[in-house]
């Protein structure tokens, strides 16, 4: 049966879950910032926000992570695997987009051979999503096939209904057990249909039109014109959910270290470097193209998923104003009135 | 690798012996810490690590049918490379792999083969080549063009010799700079091919050298009329993770670390910025 969230039972929800052991990630206020974080109490909740600064991606895919820890003396190495990373959590507040990005970024890490980093994170975190109530100008969920109150990716989802009442829906399994959990917390549904609070967002380009494009147009004009703007500072991958570029280094004293992952970025010069100083990617063009055509051509290709959520960070970040979703728009434009190539 | 805890976790391997080939490049026999037999194809790469330093990708020089000990030809160029050329016997090292596919040697099988090594491309090769003398009659005619800058980075001389004096192989080698003492023949790699009598359907072209040579060596094998299937070329990329999911090797849909090293020009020929 659907069920209701009070606002006002937000306070008992994060204490319930605090007490079945769960840590809770929510949205909170951070200066001028909104960050998933993680929360004490429901008074940090922060619930006024098109979408959090950060993505959902750091509590799966951190920004720099331990993969080993070693210890040498003189011709001895021992080395050990970190454990305890994979904490059992509730992230509370996530938008649908970056919920999406979750299933989205499942493929690379478990094909061929999975990274157990990844898988047992996934498992151990179980993730609430507030349908979006409002969008800004740099949204374009419905662009790529997403939806503001789209349920892929999430366990469990709520849409507001009113400034203090929320539509409880069941996505998985897992979301109906940690609902089962809380008794208490969350009301039946008084009869009748709700008014769902859900945001319009603009349909920007036909996603249709761009692989087709894409698959013809490797040389092409607009990849350096893409770039001209862009100072390769690497923003856009790092706030974006489904970007899963890194780097292995070692950090060490003098007889013991951590080798850990570090988010790496394609649109770094150094990224693709060889020592010997040849670059299969030597300009920003060759960058920005390596950035659409994985996300909207390569990873389709392999992994049957659109690369991108929709969720316009990249473009918020950007400090040149560049735009991926004006780029696709251009891009679609392209492809329904083919121009010259040169 | 794919049964271990972590994708990330090395093994210990341990240095064996090690030689100086020239002022830049150093030979390392390797085994693993608990001795444990090798087991690799022509063509595939370990990720070696130093401690402390970082973990580098190198292809075994090492013929497979060695299986107790593997053997890197490593150029002193970066941090963890400088790392390894200080290594002493004895000294411990974290290793991943083999990683990749490797050469097609069955597909090669019954064919003429004609290696193409540049520089220290014959480190890879050397792994292939000696896998095919020690199968020589699974293969017919086999040719060796190797070319090197100057006669002092030559690679392997004494196995060059012994490859020279075999009959069933044709060797040549030559240097882009002679100095007074050489004799042999001077000039780039592909000096070496325009004389080349091939049976092009029979034949398979394996090529490894820096991306330059790849794009001449590709226009002789062209006037050749060698199938883009039988042309086979190895990459090299700054791979990190070596099990595709880092996105360094990433060349269109390909991962070189998974998919490669080696490529027929077949598929390289779809794939824009691989040379």
């Known amino acids: 049966m659907e069920k209701r969230l009070y606002k006002k039972d937000f306070g008992s929800f994060i204490t319930s879950l605090q007490g079945l052991g769960y840590k809770t990630v929510a949205p909170k206020k951070d200066n001028n910032l909104i960050m998933l974080d993680e929360i004490q109490g429901a008074d940090e909740i922060s619930l006024d926000h098109v979408i959090t600064n950060n993505s959902i991606k750091e509590f799966f895919f951190p920004k720099t992570e331990k993969v080993l820890s070693y210890r040498m003396e003189k011709n001895k190495v021992e080395i050990e695997e970190p454990e305890g990373f994979a904490v059992k959590a509730v992230i509370f507040g996530s938008r649908p987009c970056d919920a999406f990005s979750l299933p989205v970024m499942d493929k690379v890490f478990n094909w061929d051979c999975s990274d157990k980093f990844w898988v047992q994170r996934r498992e151990a975190i179980t993730i609430v999503t507030i349908a979006c109530d409002k969008c800004d100008s740099y949204c374009f969920c419905t662009s790529v096939g997403l939806a503001p109150d789209a349920k892929q990716g999430s366990d469990v989802l709520l849409t507001k209904i009113s400034d203090d009442e929320y539509v409880v829906e069941t996505v998985t399994e897992k979301g109906e057990n940690l609902i089962k959990g809380l008794e208490g917390v969350f009301s039946d549904s008084p009869s009748g249909v709700p008014d769902r609070q859900v945001a319009t967002v603009e349909k920007k380009f036909a996603i249709d039109k761009v692989k087709p494009w894409l698959d013809e147009n490797f040389v092409h004009k607009v990849w350096t014109e893409f770039s001209l703007k862009c100072i390769g500072c690497g923003a856009c991958t790092f706030v974006c959910p489904t970007c899963h570029c890194f780097d292995i280094v070692d950090e060490c004293t003098m007889t013991k270290g951590d080798r850990v992952k570090n988010w790496d970025g394609c649109q770094f010069k150094m990224f693709t470097m060889h020592t010997s100083g040849h670059n299969p990617r030597s300009t920003q063009g060759e960058r920005w193209r390596q950035r659409i055509m994985h996300k909207f051509k390569y990873y389709v290709e392999k992994f049957d998923s659109i690369l991108c959520v929709g969720c316009g960070r990249c473009s918020r970040v950007c400090p040149a104003d560049m735009n991926i979703s004006e780029m696709l728009e251009i891009i679609a434009t392209e492809a329904s009135q083919p121009g010259n190539k040169d | ?275």
């Open chain 2, 1 to 275: 690798m794919k049964n271990s805890n972590s994708l990330f976790l090395p093994e210990i391997a341990k240095v064996v012996s090690t030689r100086q080939l020239t002022a830049m490049e150093k030979y390392i026999e390797l085994k693993t810490i608990d001795d444990r037999e090798f087991d690799f194809t022509p063509g595939q790469f370990v990720q070696l690590s130093v401690f402390g330093i970082g973990e580098a990708p190198i292809s075994i020089s090492s013929s497979p049918f060695n299986r107790e000990s593997i053997g890197l030809c490593v150029r002193r160029a970066g941090d963890v490379t400088s790392a390894i050329h200080k290594l002493e016997p004895g000294s411990r090292l974290g290793m991943r792999g083999p990683l990749g596919k490797g050469f097609p040697v069955k597909e090669m099988r019954g064919k003429d083969l004609l290696f193409i090594a540049g520089g220290l491309g014959l480190a890879p090769l050397r792994s292939l080549i000696n896998y095919t003398l020690q199968k020589r009659d699974d293969f017919a005619r086999i040719r060796i063009l190797y070319g090197a800058k100057k006669p002092g980075e030559i690679l392997f001389p004494d196995e060059l010799q012994t490859w020279r004096e075999r009959k069933d192989i044709e060797l040549e080698i030559t240097v882009d700079t002679p100095d007074q003492n050489w004799t042999g023949k001077s000039g780039v790699i592909t000096r070496l091919m325009p004389s080349l009598k091939l049976e092009p359907e029979n034949t398979f072209a394996l090529i490894v050298g820096p991306p330059v040579m790849y794009k001449y060596v590709l226009l002789e094998l062209q006037i050749k009329q060698i199938p883009e299937t039988n042309i086979i070329m190895s990459l090299e990329r700054r791979m990190k993770c070596g099990i595709g999911k880092c996105g360094h090797c990433q060349i269109n849909g390909v991962y070189v670390c998974l998919d490669g090293p080696e490529f027929s020009y077949h598929t390289l020929k779809f794939l824009p910025e691989a040379i």
